[in-house]
Every structure is written in structure tokens, then in C-alpha cells.
């Protein structure tokens, strides 16, 4: 800390905060410690009484807190973000457009082994609309060493961005609703309705919806004719247990050039299927998909919608936070479900 003549001041850090009085009014601080005093403060200064101020200098090798926020800001932000800010030591990293939040977890891990910034954000793969805050960047104290924000941009060069946001497609998604009580019209389908809601939900665009009993073959020709057709999602509704009437597994599998999981460590959706023929996703939902409001579907389907192609290893990080309460008012996506540290 310095003391230093007012004209002399412009372009240093103020060390502490400066109150302005105006009695019967106020009393506040106009001027905030580590504000960087600039010309036209100078009058105000004045006018509060100040001819001296305390200021911290700045060598080569520091920092302020705005500019290291910035740049670590800069450094992490991906497509899709833009930046607020700096204030006080923070940037807020925010949507450019409606999508899913992705974070490079080791990228973001190594960013906050790094002392005196820090780098928070919303879970990963989480759905975000236009403007909201996703993360932020804060610098811990006033002044920053320079190597250590060196540190943080290379992290961002050699590892990748830390956060973007992926577009939502409005892909053509077509439903096969099986069974062959719903086919021959002994019970009346809730499943399509549902499934229709969901697509509008996550932005996708209902492609068509057709009907097939539990026989292999036509849910086969179902499948094939909506790949014809030029679908780019496939739902499929019904079948997925181990009952002798249960063929929609089987079905998919003979249809499919890869199938990445048959069987979600998530509950409820334990006998959710996905697999791909070319980069067309064939989705088997189990009778949860009915009855719960947020199942493992919800936690994938809007990842399908980015045209990610997913793996097993993806379903594996399901696990951890894999469990819905099912509490009495559901707040998902506002809740533990799915929100994996992985």
C-alpha cells in the first residue's frame, strides 16, 4: 500500500473503500477497494474530501482481480458463451442460445487446483435457456500473480474450452408405440401422448407416430420404414422387460449396426436400450417412461437432440446421482437426478 497525491493516482488500485457522507442522505462507498481510479474520478474524489489515497501498485508479475477474472473468462468460455462483467473480481459466463451446458470436467478440475482463482459452473449437461448464468470466474484476492492466470489460459489451450453450450436440433423424431393390446385397440395408447409432449418439451419435431403388435417382425419394418422416411430419432415405446412377449429389444438389436446399452444404472429406466443405425438413434423406453414424470429419458434424450453420440461410458457416469426420490413436488431439473460429478 502507497500514498500517493490524487493527480497522481489515475490508473492505480484503490486499497481500501473511499465513503461518501451527504448527511440526511447517505453514507456509501462510492469507490470500492481495487477500483482502478480513471481521470474522470479524479472531480469526485475531490469533491469527497480526498487529496490522498492509498493505492496498491502494481508490478509486472500481478494481476487485478477484474483482469484475472476476465481473462480466465475469456480462456474457458466456448461456443455459445458470452461474458458479463468484470466486477468486483467476477465474470459471469452466460447462454448465447437454449441448449445443453457442457463442462470438461479434467479441464475445470485442474482450473481450481490453481491458487486464487476459481472457476464455478452449473452441472454438466444441464438444459439452459437464451441468457442464463452458467458459470463464473472470481479472482480470491485483490491482486492475482500473472504466472498463475499463464497457468489457467494454457489449462484452456492444451485441454480445451471449459464451457459451451450445444445446440438443441429440432431433429425428426418418430414413435413406435408396441403392444399387441394397444395394436388390436383392447386399451386406449398413453404412451404417445406422453412421448409427443416430451419431444415439444426438448425441442424436437414429431416426425410421425406408428402402431405394432409384440411380433419381431413388424416392429422391425416400423423401424425400418421410419429410417426410410428420413426419421433422425426413434422412439419405441413398450416390450423392454424379459416377459415372452416382450420383442422390442430383440427387434431394435437386429435392426441396429451398434447397440450402446441395453440397461441404465438409473431408476426409474434400469431397462432403457439405445442403439444407432448409421447416426439415427433407436430408443427403447421402458413402461417408466409412462408412468413416472422424469425417467432416465429425460436425462438422455435432450443430449440425442445435440446429435452426440453417446457411449457406454456415459451411461456408466449415470450411476453417481442416478437415484430419483420421487419427492412429493418434483423440481427436476432442480434437484440430485442425474447430476453426476463425472
Do not use: W
Not at 38 to 49: A, C, H, Q, T
Not at 118 to 147: Q, W
Amino acid at each position: 500500500m502507497m500514498n500517493v497525491m490524487l493527480d497522481d493516482a489515475v490508473g492505480m488500485v484503490i486499497g481500501h473503500d473511499l465513503t461518501e457522507i451527504i448527511p440526511g442522505e447517505f453514507k456509501r462507498a462510492t469507490f470500492k477497494k481495487g477500483h482502478i481510479i480513471k481521470v474522470e474520478d479524479i472531480e469526485k474524489l475531490r469533491n469527497m474530501g480526498k487529496n490522498h489515497i492509498n493505492v496498491i501498485n502494481l508490478t509486472e508479475d500481478q494481476v487485478h482481480e477484474d483482469e484475472a477474472a476476465l481473462r480466465l473468462g475469456n480462456s474457458a468460455a466456448g461456443e455459445g458463451i458470452y461474458l458479463e462483467g468484470p466486477s468486483q473480481g467476477r465474470v459471469n459466463l452466460k447462454s448465447a442460445f437454449r441448449g445443453l451446458v457442457k463442462i470438461n470436467i479434467e479441464a475445470i478440475n485442474k482450473i481450481n487446483s490453481i491458487q486464487s482463482i476459481i472457476l464455478s459452473s452449473v452441472h454438466n449437461n444441464t438444459l439452459v435457456e437464451r441468457d442464463i448464468i452458467v458459470a463464473g470466474t472470481k479472482a480470491i484476492p485483490l491482486i492475482v500473480e500473472n504466472d498463475k492466470i499463464l497457468e489457467a489460459e494454457n489449462i484452456c489451450r492444451s485441454l480445451g474450452k471449459i464451457i459451451s453450450i450445444k445446440k438443441i436440433m429440432p431433429l425428426k423424431v418418430g414413435i413406435i408405440v408396441t403392444g399387441t393390446e394397444v395394436y388390436n385397440g383392447r386399451i386406449v395408447d398413453k404412451f404417445a401422448p406422453i412421448l409427443k409432449e416430451k419431444i415439444m418439451e426438448y425441442g424436437g419435431q414429431l416426425f410421425g407416430i406408428k402402431y405394432s403388435p409384440d411380433i419381431k417382425e413388424n416392429i422391425k419394418e416400423c423401424i425400418k420404414s421410419f429410417l426410410q422416411c428420413g426419421a433422425e430419432v426413434i422412439l419405441i415405446s413398450g416390450g423392454m422387460s424379459v416377459d415372452a412377449d416382450d420383442v422390442t429389444p430383440s427387434a431394435i438389436e437386429e435392426v441396429a449396426d451398434k447397440v450402446v446399452t441395453y440397461g441404465a444404472p438409473v431408476l426409474p429406466g434400469a431397462m432403457f436400450m439405445l442403439s444407432y443405425k448409421n447416426e439415427v438413434a433407436i430408443i427403447g423406453i421402458p413402461a417408466c417412461g409412462m408412468y413416472d414424470k422424469i425417467t432416465v429419458f429425460d436425462l438422455i434424450f435432450p443430449r440425442v437432440l445435440t446429435r452426440e453420440i453417446l457411449e457406454q461410458k456415459d451411461f456408466n457416469a449415470l450411476a453417481n446421482g442416478g437415484l430419483c426420490l420421487k419427492c412429493e413436488v418434483c423440481r427436476y431439473p432442480v434437484c440430485p437426478f442425474g447430476k453426476s460429478s463425472l
